[in-house]
């Protein structure tokens, strides 16, 4: 090592007079060190102050300058070292060096700045506002025949692709067709899961989806799996799996989505239409995504209930309810849901049997497959006898109220709550409401009516206003203890209650006075002053209803 710090010497004075021979032989001392013992060999050069005269030994026109940049990529690979680079001003002079003709100078430079900036995003950040995306892609359309080139922009784009800030400028280079035309190339599976790295975080971007669609990388995910479907080989599912979630990423674009349907005739539509029936559960997911995915309008909705995929659905469902696959559940229920968006196809999948086919998975333990459950039963049920049907099945009701409790799982418990004052809202059927009476779901409706959520709110009030006008008697005692009169006096006393929220708590506590004990309630709590205030209220259908409202606390006390 005494050796090492006579060539530290050396290589100061030499970087000074620029004497080419003496500094190469240096520079290949130095490497030679640090191919020994890089952490030491590092920690010298930080001590001796050379890396500040590296910056200027950076220059296009030198025969050493290849060497110098593998200097800094070596010693970079410490982590120690990384900020006394970014300090000793490499990082401009680094980049002005990709735009050499060299490639050897080209291969070390990146290596250099990706060992510098690696695991640092503002240091990443500050190489994309010096433009470097740009010029990376660039050149890996120009040496795309150099391994190690290219192998070196990949790395990069990979690092690039994870910054928000990246997608734009990617977006507006000719990325998608280098990396289509490079993956076409590739028949290592390796190589190719490299390339694979790079498109799924630019894939998230719309803009880059697009273009991906049109350099034709579907042709070749499609490829990829009728090549790997049938193999056993762990890197053949690996590559399966890979190539599958990368075709549905690019399903959620609305543009490029729409590409690929092609209104339901496409290839592609038809070749994922396949994955549905097949033994592979990768691909049966990937399927059920993509029409959900699909599913993201009413006119491909619409197209494509009436060409048979509920039935498809359906079977794959089948397929899974004992000890089935939580995520292909997940995925069939999620497109179900969607197909039942435009009101056209609500009747269409009830007759298809739908309700029966969901209501299989009522005894699922997993949240998320109850969570798409119960947002499918919702979405179909606009129909009163549809409502009526599933409203007096005691099963569902029981098991509503149960989830209507799952703390732990916001999304099941609002949907359970949505789901039970739907049932009500759309049946208008008392032997419903005695079914949810019965199974203890009114005081889940009531503390629903205090929801974050105005619709929420909504839909409990309206549920509530119909379970006093039809089964008052029944609910009374329910209502009562979960103290609805209270909450409903906080709503209206509450400036920040919307005027839809008011406007129904009213028509709510008219409906409420054919009961002796919430009637008395409601004389207790003093409502006539906080309904005459809102007399003068700016919304007509509020002001409104409180002159009726007040006039029938007045005829009544």
């Known amino acids: 090592m005494d050796n090492l710090s006579d060539t530290l010497k050396k290589l100061k004075l030499t970087a000074v007079d620029r004497t080419e021979d003496s500094l190469e032989g240096c520079l290949d001392c130095l490497l030679q060190a640090l191919a020994q013992n890089n952490m030491e060999t590092s920690e010298k050069i930080q001590g001796s102050g050379i890396l500040q005269l590296f910056a200027s030994l950076l ?8 060497k110098v940049a593998n200097i800094i990529a070596e010693v970079a690979k410490n982590e120690f070292m990384r900020i ?27 290596r250099a700045l990706g060992n510098i900036c690696y695991d640092s995003h503002s240091l990443q950040a500050q190489l994309i506002n010096m433009g470097v995306i740009p010029t990376l892609v660039k050149l890996l359309g120009i040496h795309c025949q150099n391994a190690a080139l290219t192998e070196m922009c990949l790395v990069a784009f990979g690092n690039l692709a994870e910054l928000e800030s990246s997608k734009e400028q990617f977006a507006s280079t000719n990325i998608a067709e280098e990396l289509v035309r490079l993956f076409k190339k590739q028949i290592e ?5 490299m390339i694979f790295e790079v498109l799924a975080p630019l894939a998230e ?23 790997k479907v049938d193999s056993d080989k762990e890197d053949d599912i690996a590559e399966l799996k890979t190539a599958s979630d990368l075709m549905v990423l690019l399903l959620l674009g609305d543009e490029s989505m729409q590409k690929l349907f092609e ?35 009413d006119g491909n909705c619409i197209h494509m209930v009436d060409n048979g995929i509920v039935e498809k659905l359906m079977d794959l469902l089948d397929r899974h309810v004992e000890d089935g696959n939580v995520t292909v559940q997940h995925a069939a229920l999620s497109a179900l849901r969607n197909l039942a968006i435009p009101v056209v196809n609500k009747a269409k999948m009830l007759s298809a049997g739908v309700t029966e086919a969901v209501l299989k998975f009522l005894k699922s333990e997993m949240p998320p497959v109850q969570f798409k459950l119960l947002g499918t039963l919702r979405m179909l049920i606009d129909a009163q006898e549809a409502a009526e049907q599933l409203g007096k099945n005691v099963k569902l009701v029981e098991r509503l109220v149960e989830w209507c409790e799952a703390k732990d799982h916001a999304g099941v418990m609002g949907e359970s709550n949505r789901l039970l004052s739907a049932l009500i809202r759309h049946s208008k059927s008392k032997d419903v409401i005695k079914t949810i009476v019965q199974s203890g779901g009114i005081k889940h409706l009531v503390t629903m009516a205090t929801s974050e959520h105005v619709i929420m709110q909504n839909e409990a009030l309206v ?20 103290k609805l009169v209270q909450i409903l006096h906080r709503l209206l006393a509450d400036e920040r209650s919307a005027p839809e929220i008011k406007y129904n708590s009213m028509v709510l506590i008219c409906a409420l006075m054919g009961s002796e004990s919430l009637h008395k309630e409601v004389q207790d709590l003093a409502f006539l002053d906080v309904v005459s205030k809102l007399r003068s209220h700016e919304n007509k259908s509020v002001a409104q209803q409180a002159s009726l409202t007040e006039q029938r606390l007045t005829v009544d006390s």
Do not use: M
Request: proline share 3%; charged share 20%; with cysteine.
């Open 59 to 66: 220059i296009p026109q030198s025969s050493c300058t290849a």
């Open 84 to 110: 006394p680079c970014v300090d000793a001003g490499l990082i401009s002079p680094l980049v002005q060096l990709l735009t050499s003709k060299d490639q050897e100078v080209l291969l070390q430079t990146g």
């Open 189 to 193: 599976h390796d190589k190719r899961e």
């Open 205 to 227: 971007n719309d803009a880059i989806k697009l273009q991906l669609v049109e350099a034709g990388l579907v042709e070749c995910l499609l490829e990829i799996v009728q090549q």
């Open 263 to 297: 209104g339901g005739k496409g290839n592609v539509f038809q070749r994922v239409l396949s994955w549905i029936p097949s033994n592979n559960h990768q691909l049966q997911l990937a399927g059920a995504l993509a029409i959900a995915n699909f599913a993201r309008n």
């Open 463 to 482: 549920a509530l206003a119909l379970i006093a006008a039809l089964e008052l008697g029944t609910a009374e005692k329910d209502l009562e203890s979960a």
